[in-house]
């Protein structure tokens, strides 16, 4: 996959890159990133030598067909990992246990720390467990990445990419060894994540959010579908007007 789509990628985009000499050559590592697009997922893997292994959603493997093939294919091709996530609780154990698996094994795990794309550009607050259970559990650093303008390139919803530069930084590593067997302290989970984001931000220059981004997307939902509900009441009262002033 790094033939085939990571040289082509590289070739048409140019991503630039800062701090790859804080990938390690050899070693387990976490690569904790914001998220932005789609598309992140193949830049960072691209520009890296090592292979990294993230976590994809169970239906991306599963769809039947063809094109559900070749989907399953490609995203096995590029290390991807099939999560079930039909139960929340359920799709957060298996997430650590691929992850834990993956670095037990020296490879490098790749992580979003927000747990989804971010809906306007901005990084949202780090949902505590998935990231800090799997770096204390196996007592790989951390390494903070931070994804530039991919969101530019293929916002959600567009299918055809734009041309243009993204950039990746990559910090230095995180040592949380200090917490080394406390992976079910909700606080020092907390503590490690909140850690990992803010290295993040100086790394993005994001603007930072205090909330996580699934509630943004539902607040944006629920205000989406109040502004329709409203332009149809709006309409129906205007039809309701124009049929009494007909009738009159």
């Not at 993230?54 to 099939?82: C, D, M, S």
């Not at 079930?84 to 650590?96: C, K, P, V, Y």
């Not at 037990?104 to 992580?111: A, K, N, P, V």
């Amino acid at each position: 996959m790094k033939v085939a789509i990571g040289g082509p990628l590289k070739l048409a985009f140019r991503p630039w890159v800062e701090g790859l000499e804080n990938i390690p050559a050899e070693g387990p590592a976490v690569l904790a990133s914001n998220h932005l697009s789609f598309s992140d997922s193949f830049f960072l893997p691209a520009v890296l030598d090592r292979k990294v292994t993230f976590i994809a959603k169970a239906e991306y493997f599963t769809t039947p067909g063809v094109k559900g093939r070749l989907t399953a294919a490609f995203f096995k091709g590029a290390g991807q990992l099939p999560v079930d996530r039909s139960g929340a609780r359920g799709a957060g154990e298996a997430a650590i246990r691929s992850g834990i698996e993956v670095l037990e094994r020296g490879e490098l795990f790749g992580i979003y720390p927000e747990g989804t794309r971010s809906p306007d550009g901005r990084l949202y607050r780090g949902k505590p467990g998935g990231l800090a259970r799997v770096a204390l559990a196996t007592g790989a650093p951390v390494i903070p990445v931070a994804m530039i303008d991919t969101e530019k390139i293929q916002p959600p919803g567009r299918v055809m990419p734009k041309l243009m530069r993204p950039g990746i930084r990559i910090g230095r590593p995180l040592d949380f060894s200090r917490y080394q067997g406390m992976e079910h302290d909700r606080f020092v989970l907390r503590a490690v994540t909140d850690e990992v984001m803010y290295e993040i931000m100086k790394l993005s220059g994001q603007e930072y959010v205090d909330m996580y981004a699934t509630a943004m997307k539902r607040q944006l939902s629920e205000a989406a579908r109040a502004e329709k509900e409203a332009e149809r009441a709006a309409k129906a009262a205007l039809a309701r007007e124009e049929r009494e002033q007909a009738g009159s």
